[in-house]
């Protein structure tokens, strides 16, 4: 077997620890993260999806991150060069994300924008808040892909168009739609309805816009047909 077949390969073991790999190159992984699992090591836990992805991938490097309670798509650079080119292109914005999530209420327009700044809440860290005076400035983008009468809550899509720390979470709290299960915003436990279903972004080879898309464990699967 030659290098690069054994550096394509897919292995086995990763899916029963939580690295399930949706693409593998020379460049880049694509990885489906569980909700539940840290994306870096925290301060008093190792164990991680960046660690575990390392363990098989020795190059693999962090190029963003998701909360520990949000699942799905995340990147990770093979090498240096491809970190520093996928690291500008983030910067940039030329990286596409979306979110599914399930929020409390029942939304009343079919889309809009949220535009709030965001800073850190430092009596109650890791929490973040709407700060007009220091936050950041915010952009949300949000569709509604579904209501449910019965149970009083909108799925809807999400495009984070700036990348603050908990910023989904944080907006729609603030016009008070939080996001089911989310626990550290005061929207109840079990787990944070929210999963990055979609990841559009340039390839670090040769910029050729690849797309990938993962469907939230929490949504009741196409119909048949």
């Known amino acids: 077997?030659?290098?690069?077949?054994?550096?394509?390969?897919?292995?086995?073991?990763p899916?029963?620890?939580?690295?399930?790999?949706?693409?593998?190159?020379?460049?880049?992984?694509?990885?489906?993260?569980p909700a539940g699992l840290l994306a870096?090591?925290?301060r008093t836990e190792p164990d991680c999806l960046s660690a575990r992805a390392q363990?098989?991938?020795?190059?693999?490097?962090?190029?963003?991150?998701?909360?520990?309670?949000?699942?799905?798509?995340?990147?990770?650079?093979?090498?240096?060069?491809?970190?520093?080119?996928?690291?500008?292109?983030?910067?940039?914005?030329?990286?596409?994300?979306?979110?599914?999530?399930?929020?409390q209420g029942l939304m009343r327009e079919d889309s809009g924008l949220i535009e709030l700044p965001i800073g850190a809440d430092w009596p109650n860290r890791p929490r973040q808040q709407v700060d007009p005076l220091n936050g950041k400035p915010s952009?949300?983008?949000?569709?509604?892909?579904?209501?449910?009468?019965?149970?009083?809550t909108t799925t809807l899509a999400l495009e984070p168009v700036t990348g603050r720390t908990h910023q989904l979470r944080v907006h729609l709290k603030a016009i008070g739609h939080p996001i089911v299960g989310d626990a550290l915003y005061g929207a109840g436990g079990g787990r944070l309805m929210l999963h990055?279903?979609?990841?559009?972004?340039?390839?670090?080879?040769?910029?050729?816009?690849?797309a990938f898309v993962s469907r939230a464990p929490f949504q009741a699967p196409p119909p048949a047909g």
Do not use: N
Request: net charge positive.
């Open 40 to 42: 870096v090591p925290g």
């Open 139 to 152: 952009l949300t983008l949000w569709w509604v892909q579904s209501r449910d009468e019965v149970r009083g």
């Open 15 to 33: 899916y029963a620890r939580g690295v399930l790999p949706i693409h593998i190159d020379e460049e880049l992984l694509v990885l489906d993260k």
């Open 1 to 13: 077997m030659c290098a690069r077949q054994r550096r394509l390969s897919t292995p086995r073991a």
């Open 55 to 103: 363990a098989l991938w020795a190059d693999a490097l962090v190029v963003h991150r998701l909360d520990q309670a949000t699942s799905g798509l995340m990147v990770m650079a093979r090498g240096a060069v491809a970190q520093r080119q996928l690291s500008a292109d983030f910067a940039a914005r030329r990286v596409h994300k979306t979110y599914v999530a399930i929020v």
């Open 196 to 210: 990055a279903d979609r990841l559009e972004l340039p390839h670090p080879a040769d910029g050729r816009r690849i």
